[in-house]
């Protein structure tokens, strides 16, 4: 029996799906926080390299080309392979099918590394010198400074701080790479400064270190900021997983029931959806999209449809997404790249028109899947992995207490190297559930109403 | 340009190349330590499983089949990509062409699984329930816990104690696999509590850590030993590298002139040698073969040849090899898995033979290249692999002085995202070489004159 599908370097897709170009109902668009008026690319261009920001805001074509030096680099680990996960089956004794996407495979452990070469690529080429980011697990911020070493530019990460704490491998593989990383909340930027005067122990959140790094790419010339999920360019680049997946499910001689991805901030999630999700809205196929969620941090499953910020500080255009708010301060689940308030325009859109679904997971059941599945089928999963292999066994279960054949794949977004003190807590049973109430999320979102 | 040379899982090795079978000189037999008669395999059985005590002792099969349980198993992370290192070779301004098999996509990050899931499974098909070991940097034992797992053993793993303290995150791998943990030297064997008398702060070095593995086994009924390295059952296993090397190098148009590993017990070497040696001794190829080992414990290049003992404690047979004393202790560099006294008798055999050279890599020199490569090819190198590395390097660095264009491989034999504190202490400036003097050496050696 096969278990890995595999593709020749010749067969990493050579165009990104745009799946806005496609949509029934197009996004609402995102609007100046100053005038509220919609945004224009040019807007965008003080932040985001042009051509990025061009993507960001493209309704029209459907398929853009990957330049060749970013194909190029993505042979360092693409294409990434599709697995039967044959052991999981076997240890759920069920009758469904369950395959994994391998992005753990590339160098920096996780998918992010697809749109960080993308990004690094695009400020090269515009001549800049410098750039910043943000990071909450780390992961992205491990991708980008491999990404910004490949095409010699300088990089300043603000590292979620409770991260920082938790994951001191990650710090070290940043350095490792060459880049600068500064824990946030920090005292280089007035978005920093005035959260530690107002809340000195504050641990800080992707939406404040995303305040820090926009604040420190405008203040420098040659200096732009990147971002690692919720933005279309970000989802467009990550597509790469999907339209490889295709192909190996065909090699499988399969087509996926229900596609799977954890949720942050939605880049891997669109990642692996979006190109299975073009045969749904061409009418051939009925596939199943599931975002899994953190139960800490719900804004698909509880938030609301809103315009707002996709920072702390409000720097960012308004976002039309389904948010907690933009000052939501989610517990420190060791999940951190699933810690972010809100949903990219595009998943948000996909949600309000039923074309995907959303499940809330609880941590004691992504890290209980997520040892069964470091168990039997050998790779220990990120935390935020862990919350797509918990949606996948519930669903193979269910198939299972159905009698029903379904075809399940999930998205395998990162391994867990070098999150294993989340392990070590967890094996000795000091991890919690958090269960948010009705309370705690009305209190956010009640003062968004003010905002647009 | 082609970057990855991949195989289908079809094309994992059907059988494990045995050199001893087309070696010119045998290795001298291994000796009882009690009657210092050469051993049979039914001497080894109260230690190790029948089927791999034969296969140690076995002079006349060239290939042995790899059982189809071990091979399906295999089909988790092999066939492991060829890398064409073309990153490097631009950084290094080198005519040599670099290719590395990368090893350290298996999910334990090494390529001890190749041995691990075969022991396992000759333990489990004896009937036992129960295996020890011994790791040194953890990649060995973090191999055996996944492959118990897969095969339902308990494991109880003796790791090294300044490993067991530098390495945490091992630590919790190996328990995330279910293993049993136990820093050594510890009380738990009476050659543990002898060590712990004589020397109270004794770090521990795999030769005491191999002594108390072994006590338990022979302690436990149903239970036997496990060796991630060293001997020629361990060293066979491994040449699913080499063979594999050699389907790849076909695929990429080449023939290496250069063959090179990182030189701890010889379990890498090996695997990416033999395969390519067998070519050597048929007479059609000159490739050279480049054992890289630490020049804190440099028992190839400073040793001397003589019958020794494996462990600390002497419960192992006697081996004829280069070695530089059973109770030599070695400083304490991030390579953990390099730091033991001997060599295997294949290898010493083919030292002698001069059909391998050996060459002694210091710390500070593994971390500068291991960083380059991870700066250029992406992937962070175990501070083990970061001496093969940099053995390669130099050899690209003459080929360039030279004007030659020489094809070297060598074998990453894992990636270092669970050494991260070890590259933090480089970066730091923390680091040191080792200089051993003559007299060093000569103290520990003198004393094996006696043994034999």
């Known amino acids: 029996m096969t278990k890995k599908f595999l593709l020749n370097e010749s067969e990493i897709p050579e165009k990104w799906y745009n799946i806005v170009a496609d949509m029934p109902h197009k996004p609402l668009p995102l609007l100046h926080p100053g005038t509220k008026q919609p945004l224009h690319p040019e807007d965008l261009y003080p932040i985001f390299a042009e051509e990025v920001a061009r993507q960001e805001l493209n309704q029209t074509d459907q398929w853009i080309d990957i330049p060749e030096e970013v194909r190029d680099k993505y042979k360092i680990y693409r294409p990434s392979p599709l697995v039967r996960a044959y052991n999981l089956e076997k240890a759920l004794d069920t009758p469904a099918h369950i395959y994994f996407k391998n992005e753990s495979v590339s160098p920096v452990g996780s998918h992010k590394l697809n749109s960080a070469l ?19 697990a780390g992961q992205w911020g491990t991708a980008l400074s491999f990404a ?40 280089s ?80 999630f669109s990642g692996i959806s979006y190109p299975f999700m073009r045969h749904n809205i061409a009418g051939g196929k009925k596939t199943r999209f599931i975002a899994a969620e953190p139960s800490s941090c719900p804004k698909l499953t509880r938030g609301i449809f809103q315009y707002d910020f996709g920072d702390e500080a409000g720097y960012t ?15 420190h689940i060791h999940a951190g790249g699933l810690r972010y308030h809100g949903a990219g325009t595009i998943i ?16 004691l059941d992504s890290f209980k899947y997520g040892l069964l599945f470091a168990r039997t089928e050998g790779i220990v999963p990120a935390p935020e992995s862990a919350h797509a292999i918990a949606a996948a066994v519930n669903e193979a279960l269910k198939a299972k207490e159905e009698g029903a054949s379904k075809v399940i794949l999930f998205n395998l977004s990162g391994h867990g190297l070098i999150d294993m003190s ?31």
């Not at 859109?349 to 609880?362: F, N, P, S």
């Not at 967890?426 to 905002?451: F, H, P, W």
Request: charged content about 20%.
């Open 189 to 268: 930027t007035k978005a920093g400064r005035k959260i530690l005067t107002d809340s000195p122990t504050y641990q800080g959140s992707l939406g404040t270190a995303i305040s820090e790094a926009i604040e420190l790419a405008m203040s420098m010339p040659n200096c732009k900021y990147t971002l690692g999920s919720v933005l279309n360019h970000v989802s467009l680049h990550q597509t790469v997983i999907g339209l490889e997946a295709e192909k190996q499910m065909a090699l499988a001689g399969e087509y996926p029931d229900i596609v799977i991805g954890c949720f942050g901030g939605g880049s891997n």
């Open 118 to 136: 993308a990004q690094a690529y695009y400020c090269k080429k515009e001549g800049l010198t410098h750039i910043t980011t943000e990071t909450g």
């Open 348 to 363: 948000s859109q996909l949600m309000k028109d039923r074309m995907i679904e959303a499940v809330d997971i609880q941590q």
């Open 422 to 452: 989340a392990y070590d807590s967890y094996l000795a049973g000091d991890l919690t559930n958090y269960d948010l109430s009705d309370e705690d999320i009305a209190k956010n979102v009640n003062q968004l109403e003010k905002i647009v």
């Open 148 to 187: 910004a070493k490949v095409f010699g530019l300088e990089l300043a990460v603000y590292m979620v701080k409770v991260s920082y704490e938790q994951k001191p491998y990650r710090r070290s593989l940043m350095q490792t790479w060459g880049a600068q990383v500064i824990a946030s909340p920090s005292m």
């Open 317 to 331: 255009p308004l976002l039309p997404m389904f948010t907690l708010g933009h000052n939501f301060a989610p517990a």
